[in-house]
């Protein structure tokens, strides 16, 4: 059995489990509590209401000193860190001390891009691996478009055109911050290319208007809108290639193929490809992940699909974009 211990027991860890509209499992414990083979067996927080739910929910042990007590009480074989991105580096370094042999680390990997890049040189010289959750990696989805990609299923990719509106609240540099970590990444994920030639537009210190980024990810030209000033979620890809289109996102999955035109003579247009359901929902992006961790817990030479050095990447992609505009990680992360 590959032992699974939480540092971090709010809404990522195990409270998401109670929304009743979201996909299931919909939480790192909910994951961890699906995956053969593994076993659920202890956490810590510092609330006790939290170490109260937690406990009550998964029938195992809240009630340790620190991280430190867990660590050595229940011999985890994966640790999930699932608190607030200022303590991510201080535990993920607990646990890699203690000879953890995978740490699940939340997004981002810390707000701080200096400590993020000691902290990776730092797990380079442990034998921890250290995942960072950008679970879009393992959506079935996200992986359907990624195949699209490699496979050339609809000719080169060549412009995407992101959206990412979180609702009202935020500036435009902590919805990059926050949930632009899983844009930027999924990006790289799909494309395997890094994020160069930044340009762009508006204030990421406001929340009044949008922030409008182009850049390109190896050869595909990228144009990202990150705006808190709308009162709904809009997390989207369209993805524009030389033979069709698609578009993907929350609850969003179209393909497009070009063809001949129903609307004009001599002349092609995009038509709807019939895509089967099931096969991208439930898109499983939470237990693919814990799918993943088990395996790198098991098997010593295997490499995670979501890694530390991609938490790194994102980060210094955000901080690009906020230099861009003026700002940086460090004024953002402040507000």
Not at 71 to 88: E, M, N, Q, Y
Request: neutral net charge; glycine residues 8%.
């Amino acid at each position: 059995m590959v032992r699974i211990g939480f540092l971090g027991l709010g809404r990522i860890a195990s409270l998401l489990e109670d929304d009743t509209k979201r996909e299931k499992p919909a939480s790192h414990a909910g994951a961890f509590s699906r995956v053969e083979g593994a076993v659920l067996v202890g956490g810590w927080d510092t609330e006790p209401e939290r170490r109260r739910l937690f406990a009550d929910r998964w029938a195992v042990p809240t009630g340790f000193e620190g991280p430190d007590d867990l660590l050595r009480g229940v011999k985890p074989d994966v640790v999930v860190v699932a608190t607030w991105p200022d303590s991510h580096a201080a535990l993920v370094e607990v646990a890699c001390a203690a000879g953890v042999p995978v740490v699940v680390c939340e997004k981002p990997l810390t707000s701080d891009l200096s400590q993020a890049r000691r902290l990776v040189a730092r797990i380079a010289r442990s034998a921890t691996k250290v995942m960072v959750n950008h679970e879009r990696r393992y959506a079935r989805d996200y992986r359907r478009v990624r195949a699209a990609i490699q496979d050339g299923t609809y000719g080169s990719l060549l412009t995407v055109s992101a959206k990412l509106f979180m609702g009202r609240g935020r500036t435009q540099g902590e919805v990059l911050l926050w949930d632009g970590t899983h844009l930027l990444d999924v990006l790289r994920f799909l494309t395997g290319g890094e994020i160069r030639r930044i340009q762009t537009w508006g204030d990421p210190e406001t929340k009044a208007s949008s922030l409008v980024t182009r850049f390109l990810l190896g050869n595909t030209e990228v144009f990202v809108e990150t705006a808190s000033n709308r009162d709904h979620l809009v997390f989207e890809l369209d993805l524009s290639f030389e033979r069709g289109r698609i578009r993907v996102g929350n609850g969003l999955y179209e393909e497009f193929v070009g063809g001949a035109s129903p609307l004009y003579d001599s002349m092609r247009s995009l038509l709807p490809v019939e895509v089967d359901p099931s096969s991208l929902y439930p898109t499983q992006y939470f237990l693919g992940m814990a799918e993943d961790a088990v395996r790198a817990a098991r098997e010593p030479h295997y490499r995670p699909v979501s890694l530390a050095e991609d938490g790194l990447a994102a980060l210094q992609a955000i901080e690009q974009i906020l230099r861009s505009a003026g700002s940086s990680l460090k004024r953002i992360s402040r507000t």
